[in-house]
């Protein structure tokens, strides 16, 4: 029994040192089939990566400009700004002063022009001047002199104030005239112009030889008011109470 006893234990110890024998080669034959690992970078705790530079990115840069020597010198310190004024309750000066005086009209002349140039001469030339140059062929003497004296009359005022459009005289509207020989004198005359009446007064001489006239002096009044038509024969329009 003791003999059969060693013989078992024998047994098992040969078993199992075969059997570790086997998978010492099984775990050889393992790590040979495996791949060989290359070996690990020495780790030195930075981590880099190249990127590639973008094109753009290769201009050359700019060179710096050097500042001028204007520029360079420091700005000279600002004054400090003074502190405002008080605010017055008091009237700006400008409202306390007072009004600047309205400048009145030009005053009208007090005296009589002279005429410069004469022009009834040239008008009566006119070929639409044919119906007046034959009315004057009709008159004689003083009436032919005044006919002719209010033609010049009315060439000369709208000569001189070219506002005016003057298209009617009455001598005698507001003092009767005076025809002397080849002179005639009008004091109290009116003439009509975008449908008012103005006062004139007019001295006229005339050539006897020519019965053209050879000077002439004028002076314009006031509007006349329009209440005053009626009593000295003025109407807005033609009619037979203008002459």
């Known amino acids: 029994m003791e003999l059969a006893a060693g013989k078992w234990d024998d047994g098992i110890q040969r078993g199992a040192a075969a059997s570790f024998a086997l998978h010492a080669i099984a775990i050889l034959l393992l790590l040979l089939l495996l791949p060989k690992a290359e ?78 140039q004469l022009f009834s001469d040239k008008v009566l030339a006119d070929p639409r001047s044919r119906r007046a140059r034959e009315a004057l062929r009709g008159l004689a003497g003083s009436e032919r002199n005044l006919q002719l004296c209010d033609l010049e009359a009315l060439e000369q005022v709208r000569r001189a104030q070219p506002a005016m459009a003057p298209d009617a005289l009455a001598p005698y509207a507001m003092a009767a005239e005076k025809v002397s020989g080849n002179s005639v004198e009008v004091k109290g005359g009116a003439f009509r112009s975008k449908r008012k009446w103005y006062n004139i007064q007019f001295k006229c001489e005339l050539d006897a030889g020519s019965g053209k006239v050879v000077s002439f002096a004028f002076l314009v009044g006031d509007a006349i008011p329009r209440d005053e038509w009626q009593e000295h024969n003025l109407v807005a329009e033609d009619g037979a109470a203008d002459q």
């Open 39 to 116: 070996p690990p970078l020495p780790d030195d705790g930075l981590s880099v990566e190249i990127v590639p530079q973008a094109v753009e990115s290769l201009k050359m840069p700019e060179p710096v400009k050097a500042p001028s020597p204007e520029q360079a010198k420091p700005e000279a310190a600002k004054p400090e700004a003074e502190p405002a004024a008080p605010v017055a309750n008091n009237p700006p000066a400008a409202a306390m002063l007072p009004a600047a005086p309205i400048a009145p009209p030009a005053p009208k002349p007090t005296e009589f022009v002279e005429a410069r």
